[in-house]
């Protein structure tokens, strides 16, 4: 479990951030390329990828990295224009590890392109559905196997800002499970089947989001900022937790859905759950098994809600997280793991907030069945 604590300037941070996870960050870059090239094969899926796409993959790497590069100069003034600062801090990273610019710009974008990096579940509670009343939130990061040594830990102490404490992969500034200091926690799983259309220049950065946990202390000054910006470019169920409710933002590209509540839970496995936004959801048109067990995870975490009702602190927020299913969702639930000969998904970090109280349990690199929790606090 590597933890990654930066401080300073936006640069400043980047350039700590760099000079840390340097040869990460290198190998990372590679294999991210070779995962695009692979995903642009004819027939391809992310989650059943073809052993004999490999070698061909290889050849379309050149290709595939002159594409992007080709386009810094518009990634870098998009993302300036929604957030200055990550572009500050992504130049930092890249001096720091001591690899291209337009590498690092191109991986903290990848997921408005072809491959998602893929943040699945989210589940908050809060009122009476927990044991004591407060909110709690839990997020999970499922992605390929190779990926899990890439998962760290982020300790960020802005010069200017509040500091927050999350999981990212290395090289990436997008958390999947985060909290500041003030108690605003934030987990976001990709609507993986959620299409609207629209040119993806005429949206922000998914990245853009997170600037909450630096300039917010609670949900309502996070749907403040919100209101003043344009949906993502990419599909995405934003959970949010501070001191007394919590909050689910579904975001397709031309509308949002927001659910605020005080008593009661939220919960979703990267399909869109209001009605408002499922009209975008064109997860018909794909089959089943290609659905990331999102169907199984998404039955099996309301169940797992339900269960726990009225008792949730952090005892049953770790169970939840490391639950295998039962019945027809067994083995297809909210713990992950590849099946043998396969290449599919598996848990690779798992993260828990308790507002109140400023706690985080944080488990990185594997399925948190096979791992203890490490607590954190401010």
Known sequence: MKLVKIKGTPYEMGLQYGQQCKKEIKTFVRLLYMMVSRMSMPDMKAVHPKFWYIFPALFRLKNEKKKFRSLTNKHEEWVKKYYSDAIEQIKGIAEGAEVSYEDVLVINILTEYTYGLHHCSAWSACGKATKTGEPFLGMHSDEEKGVSKYEIILQVEPINGYKYMGTTLTGTILPAGAMNEKGLATGAPLLLWVRSGGEMFDHMPLMSLFRVLNECASIDKALELYEAFPNPAVSVSL?????????????????????????????????????????????HEVSE???????????????????????????????????????????????????PFSAGLETIGSFIAKPKDLKMWISVGAQPCTQEYEEFTF
């Open 239 to 283: 959970h949010l937790a501070d001191k007394n409710k919590i909050a689910r933002i579904e975001f397709a590209k031309k509308e949002r859905n927001i659910d605020v509540i005080e008593n009661g839970t939220l919960y979703n496995c990267n399909m869109a759950m209001s009605e408002k936004i499922k009209k975008y959801d064109i997860v």
């Open 289 to 339: 098994k290609f659905t990331y067990n999102a169907f199984p995870r998404t039955k099996r975490m309301g169940e797992l809600m339900e269960k726990y009702y009225g008792r949730i602190d952090e005892e049953a927020m770790k169970a939840i997280a490391r639950d295998h299913g039962e019945g027809e969702t067994k083995s297809r639930s909210i713990c992950q793991h590849v099946k």
